[in-house]
Nanobody, 123 residues
Framework: QVQLVESGGGLVQAGGSLRLSCAASGRTFSSYTMGWFRQAPGKEREFVAAISWMSGRTYYADSVKGRFTISRDNAKNTVNLQMNSLKPEDTAVYYC????????????????WGQGTQVTVSS
């Protein structure tokens, strides 16, 4: 298990950008696939993006492809989510998560979660 703490959320106008960061504790960070999920009020938690621990390959939800970029720095135990061209429908609490799986977008496969950070995009 790793402990995760997100930061970087806030209020931004539509079309703007935000960068979320997730700091992980533990010496085995590099062996975890890291993901970002989000949950809007009244909606289920949904997958946003993930980066595999083995290949470094990234994959995204269709709704954010071309706008969001996930990256990781194993030396600093951090994973980031650069969000550009934000839309009001991106408003949600964003969660960082970790899994031992090589590749998955299923929330139930992620065993460690952060507390979440609020992102609000105004129109």
């Amino acid at each position: 298990q790793v402990q995760l703490v997100e930061s970087g959320g806030g209020l931004v106008q539509a079309g703007g950008s935000l960068r979320l960061s997730c700091a992980a504790s533990g010496r085995t960070f590099s062996s975890y696939t890291m993901g970002w999920f989000r949950q809007a009020p009244g909606k289920e938690r949904e997958f946003v993006a993930a980066i595999s621990w083995m290949s470094g390959r990234t994959y995204y939800a269709d709704s954010v492809k071309g706008r969001f970029t996930i990256s990781r720095d194993n030396a600093k135990n951090t994973v980031n989510l650069q969000m550009n061209s934000l839309k009001p429908e991106d408003t949600a609490v964003y969660y960082c998560a970790a899994t031992r799986s090589l590749r998955t977008s299923e929330a139930e496969d992620f065993g460690s979660w952060g507390q979440g950070t609020q992102v609000t995009v105004s129109s």
